[in-house]
């Protein structure tokens, strides 16, 4: 179960994240914008209480970074905990488990990549591979 905690702090609006974050987390996710004004400039999740990320709940994460930016809000993504970041570097295919997968996030065709590919690993964990891409 996916928990989410929002403050509003200025021009900035922080959601704090606690739980695993997987394919049942989008209804929580998508509620953290409801309440986002024009006046709010940056949205800032904070995953330091997220211990597991699935692929599933890594497309939330990119669908609330795409809405988050298509208000025009910038995003930052801080907390990442092992096995969240490893999934990410995973995913995009990138090498080793410490990589600057959260500074390469920020782009959108990165992101686009991420999305791809980590909809790849959920369709391969459904229909029973359990293989994940090794980035391709």
Known sequence: MITTDVEYR??????????ELDEESGRVLRQALEHVTPGERV????LHG???ITAGGLLHLLDLHRRAE????????????????ELMARTAGLPGPA??????????????????????????TESGSGRVPAGG
């Open 50 to 52: 997220v211990p597991v």
């Open 99 to 124: 990589s600057a997968t959260a500074d390469r996030y920020a782009t959108p065709g990165f992101r686009r990549l991420l999305a791809e590919r980590a909809e790849r690993t959920r369709e391969l």
């Open 43 to 46: 949205l800032m999740v904070d």
């Open 10 to 19: 200025g021009t900035t609006v922080l959601v704090s994240v606690g739980g």
């Open 70 to 85: 298509d208000r025009g809000l910038r995003v930052l993504v801080v907390g990442w905990q092992p096995q969240p970041r």
